[in-house]
């Protein structure tokens, strides 16, 4: 079943709110999305978000490494064949990890199809249902107590609260949200690398000493500094969570070689899609490291190619995958059913969006 066409379009979404971390504000979802054509006529879907402070990757260069490299290499290639099409994708361009995810998503919606199965169930079938966690933005205290209080109230048991832009105000920050949420909602800290390794053990260990029952957290320093992840990790009982360190297989076997993390934080645009995503899937289950799903700011139809893997895979034990409800709308028809905190996973083969309302070129 051969790939016969590779076209590119965007799509523009506005956000139900602000999104804010320590690195970046954004008020809009404005991504890449990819088609791919097989010889009977049937479709695969994918999507790219231009995270350039975090992936490098720029609307432009999507666009350019999809148009000039990815698709001629992968023309004409048997879809059935899908890791030849994988190595040829791989080999045809370095890094410009979101281009690759993009392509790789929408080849495995199309494999997905022709095979007339969910992917979830082709790639492993763990379970069909999860719960996600959703983000509460980086604001002044009183906007994040009402912004927790809300999630809650919209069903969610999971918060992940960005934190890292103001070093050891985090403390009473995170004990507000706490004391406002009570004791039997989860809170996972995310810093973005926004503190240091020192101020990260004195944040961590007061948080610790305070009884606020910090489920995790996530990136507190650079991503480079992995020899400041492992004294943070092993200086602290909360779990540490690897995210901006972790973007490829060798990244992930890095972070467990050295003890650098409790936990790694899978995300499609930094291994360059579901093809490598499994690989860290591997790498984690041999050494019983446990791995979130997490996303940019991808609107359903990426998140639908996250939450896949994430049903797919027993060692994938968390979901930060809150992009479709921070979206002010759906434009989308199709692909697993987002009920609040809950994403249930259905029959619907491939990735199962079934419309896409991108102009394509
Ligand atoms: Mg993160």
């Known amino acids: 079943m051969k790939i016969t066409g590779v076209h590119i379009g965007e799509i523009g979404i506005p956000l139900a709110r602000p999104f804010k971390t320590a690195l970046r504000t954004v008020e809009r979802v404005e991504d890449v999305v990819v088609r791919v054509t097989a010889e009977n006529g049937m479709t695969g879907y994918g999507e790219a978000p ?35 099409v994988m ?40 379970r069909p249902s999860f719960q996600t966690d959703i983000t509460i933005s980086v604001n002044p205290v009183p906007q994040m ?32 949200i706490r004391e406002a949420v009570g004791p039997d909602v989860s809170i996972r800290v995310d810093a973005n690398q926004g503190w240091t390794v ?18 995790l957290v996530e990136q507190p320093v650079p991503a480079r500094d992995l020899e400041g992840m492992a004294r943070i990790t092993q200086a602290v009982y909360t779990p540490i969570l690897a995210d901006e360190s ?19 934080n899978i995300k499609l645009m ?20 446990e791995c979130m799903m997490g996303c940019m700011l991808e609107s359903k139809l990426a998140v639908s190619a996250a939450a896949h893997l994430c049903a797919a895979k027993g060692i994938v034990t968390r979901a930060d995958l ?14 697993p059913d987002y009920d609040g905190p809950t994403v249930r996973m259905n029959q619907l083969p491939g990735i199962g969006i079934a419309s896409v309302p991108a102009e394509f070129t």
């Open 87 to 126: 190595e040829a994708m791989d080999h045809s361009v370095k890094g410009n990890t979101s281009a690759k995810a993009a392509v790789d998503m929408a080849l495995y919606d199309l494999w997905g199809k022709v095979l007339g199965q969910p992917l979830w169930r082709l790639l492993g079938g763990y």
């Open 145 to 176: 107590v009402a912004d927790s209080l809300a999630a809650v109230k919209d069903g969610y048991r999971i918060l992940k609260v960005k934190v890292g832009k103001e070093g050891m105000a985090d403390i009473p920050r995170i004990a507000a």
């Open 198 to 215: 020192k101020d990260s053990i004195r944040i961590i260990s007061a948080m610790e000493d305070r009884g606020l029952e910090i489920e």
């Open 270 to 289: 930094k291994t360059g899609g579901i093809h490598e995503a499994l690989k860290i899937c591997g790498i984690a289950s041999l050494y019983g490291v």
């Open 50 to 84: 231009p995270t350039a402070v975090i992936t490098g990757d720029t609307k432009g260069s999507i666009r350019c490494a999809i148009r000039d490299l990815i698709a001629p290499a992968i023309l004409g290639m048997d879809i059935l064949a899908i890791d030849q």
């Open 322 to 335: 809150d992009g479709p409800s921070l979206c002010a709308v759906d434009p989308y028809q199709g692909g």
């Open 246 to 264: 972790v973007f490829s297989p060798a990244d992930a076997v890095e972070i467990i070689r050295r003890g650098a993390a409790d936990l790694i």
